[in-house]
């Protein structure tokens, strides 16, 4: 519910979007995750931050990620 509201609140932030697609990569949302960080990207979010992030490693290995 909280990250929720704060995705409300933020949705153009490319950097606001990146730490909560990282967060619900570490609660076990990946499907959200995955929104979350193409929108981060799209909002241009730098790719070597997603790409180089230890913690989004299972995301990045995920088919559906895709952010080009």
Known sequence: ??????????????LINYHMGLAYELIGERKNALETIKLAYDLGHPIFLIESEPDLEMLRQDKSYNLR
Do not use: F, I, R, T
Request: aromatic content about 0%.
């Open 1 to 14: 519910a909280l990250l929720n509201k704060l995705m409300q609140q933020n949705l153009a932030s490319p």
